[in-house]
Structure formats: structure tokens, C-alpha cells
């Protein structure tokens, strides 16, 4: 049996037993230790991904995501953290965010970790200039075969890992499932989501459909304390040739090569860069080594990479 149906289907008779979102999550630890000890998941999980249409040809985002399964009640994505040329750790990957009314479960599946800092909720400390206080709940490496639980509105950061790190992320929302999770989840929505939103949002519906409409979720730090972003301002996409790079080291990297014949069949369709596709399966097959890549602005952006002393420097102890 494929190892996703397999572990997919124990998450949901976790989340119809629990008696609410929370006791979910909690039930869920022992699982996800469990399939952060099985390579198969991840095989699995890789090879279903592979056979995607146009899977070869996306662009390049600083992590790269393999979406396992989007149920009603949760939805499991494969998180893939690539490190720094020089393997720095000193710089945030992102700006400190927090998901709204979603909980998060995310466990080490692969690799050495990266540093996870939560911050308490943010306290508005100055409504005129936008100013927030935050504080320093905690930090600790997210090593192998970890999980961490990051509640609703709670600001979290994850620094870079100096390689290869592969977390399994398990999202919910933190109410109840209800009908709007099912027509969310519906065929006809299914891989539309940013289209349901942009419609949905301008006529008002987003609370009716419960959509998570992202305002105040990012904040980064100022001399003062610090700022929130209004609207979240995503990295800017990488060439699809550094993306190319960074996928073929998870599958190199995680020792996947198997998984070859299942990308030549992707050749049948029209690949953007089959000249760096082609030379990327020779490595794979030579055990050449292939390195990751991150792209022009995924390390420079102000207000979502920053290192640990400028974060200090805004903390109110
Ligand atoms: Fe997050």
C-alpha cells in the first residue's frame, strides 16, 4: 500500500475521533514521529508529486512545497528548506508570521533542522506610528524527528538550516469543519484556491466561506520594536532553472534516485528546460552531486530576512 494513502488515513480517523481541532493535533504527535522515521512516506509522496502535470516547469520559491493531501478537516504539505550557499544560519527565511486561526503541526522528517523562534501575541504599542511589541517565547533547534505545535495567532520564525531540512507541515483550522471546509475542498474549487479567494474577498464572502484573508499576519523588526506588513509581500519567483536545481537535490539528496524513470515520463509532455532537465537526470544517474539553488531576492528582502541580532536588538524583554 502507497505509504501516503496509508499515514493520510490514519490522520483522519485521528481527526474524526478527536473531539475538537486541538485534542486533533495533539493525537496526531505519535503518527507524525512515526512517519518521520518511514522513508517510504516521503518516496511516496516525491513520486505522486513528480507525475504532476507541469511539474517540471514552476518557478522558484525559496521552499520547495510537495503537497500530500488537502482533506475538509486538515491538509499535509512536505515542506522542503533549502539551505544557503555557505550554510549560514544567522538569516530568518521569512518575516515572523502567524496563520490566523489555523494550528500548526510541523515535524522534522529529514535532515539536521533549522531554529524555530515563537514569539507571545503581538501587543500594539504605538497605534500612530503601527508599532508592535513582541516577546521571545522561545527557541530551539527543530531537529530530526521533532514535532512543534504553533497555535492560532501565535508569530513564529524559522531561521535557514545549513542543509537539507524536509518538514512535514499538518494545518488545520482551529474550529470546527464545517460545510464551508467542503465546498473549500470541492472539485470545482480544487487547485483554484487563489481564484476563490479573489473572487470571493471584493463581494464580501471571505467570512462567510471563512477564507483566510492575510492582514497584520507579518511583522518584521525596527529599531523601535516592530512593524506589521498590512498585506503579506511574498518572496518574488526565482527562475524555473533554479527551481529545477533545488528539486533534484531533494530527490538526490534524500536518496530518491529511483525516482528517475518517473521524471523521463514527464519528458512526453513540454518541459520549459529540457536541456537542464536532461543534464539534472544525467547527475542523478551518474551521482554527480546536484546542488540547490536559491534565487535572486529570496535572501535580501528587508522585511522577511533578517538575523538574529537585529531581531534581539527589537525584542522587549
Ligand atoms: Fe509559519
Known amino acids: 500500500m502507497d505509504k501516503v494513502d496509508k499515514y493520510v488515513g490514519k490522520v483522519k480517523e485521528v481527526f474524526s475521533r478527536a ?3 486541538h485534542a486533533a493535533h495533539e493525537s496526531s504527535w505519535e503518527l507524525l514521529e512515526e512517519i518521520s522515521y518511514d522513508s517510504g512516506f516521503l518516496t511516496d509522496a516525491l513520486r505522486r508529486h513528480l507525475r504532476l502535470p507541469g511539474v517540471l516547469n514552476r518557478r522558484h520559491y525559496p521552499v520547495v512545497a510537495i503537497p500530500v493531501v488537502s482533506h ?6 512536505l515542506n522542503c528548506w533549502i539551505p544557503q550557499p555557505d550554510s549560514n544560519t544567522n538569516l530568518s527565511t521569512k518575516a515572523i508570521h ?17 531554529e524555530h523562534w515563537i514569539f507571545t501575541k503581538p501587543e500594539l504599542a504605538d497605534p500612530d506610528a503601527r508599532l508592535f511589541t513582541l516577546r521571545l517565547d522561545g527557541h530551539r533547534l527543530h531537529g530530526p524527528h521533532q514535532a512543534a505545535f504553533v497555535d492560532s495567532q501565535i508569530p513564529h520564525l524559522p531561521f535557514y538550516p545549513s542543509e537539507l531540512t524536509i518538514t512535514l507541515a499538518l494545518w488545520s483550522n482551529s474550529l470546527p469543519t464545517s460545510w464551508k471546509d467542503y465546498v473549500k475542498k470541492a472539485p470545482i474549487f480544487r487547485g483554484r484556491e487563489e481564484q476563490l479567494r479573489r473572487i470571493a474577498v471584493p463581494l464580501g464572502l471571505a467570512k462567510a466561506l471563512d477564507i483566510k484573508v492575510v492582514q497584520d499576519f507579518d511583522f518584521f523588526p525596527v529599531p523601535e520594536g516592530f512593524k506589521p506588513m498590512r498585506e503579506r509581500r511574498e518572496f518574488p519567483l526565482g527562475p524555473n532553472r533554479d527551481y529545477l536545481y533545488s528539486l533534484f537535490h531533494v530527490i538526490q539528496g534524500t536518496g530518491n534516485e ?5 521524471i523521463e515520463e514527464q519528458l512526453r509532455d513540454t518541459v520549459d528546460d529540457r536541456v537542464t532537465v536532461d543534464m539534472l537526470l544525467g547527475a542523478l544517474k551518474s551521482g554527480t552531486p546536484i546542488y540547490p539553488r536559491l534565487s535572486e531576492g529570496h535572501t535580501n528582502q528587508p522585511h522577511a530576512n533578517f538575523t538574529k541580532q537585529q531581531l534581539q536588538q527589537s525584542l522587549t524583554m
Open 258 to 262: 529511483s525516482l528517475t524513470s518517473i
Open 72 to 77: 475538509p478537516s486538515f491538509t499535509m504539505v
Open 98 to 114: 502567524h496563520h490566523g486561526a489555523l494550528l500548526l503541526t510541523t515535524t522534522n522528517i529529514f535532515g539536521i533542522g533549522y
Open 19 to 21: 473531539p475538537n481541532k
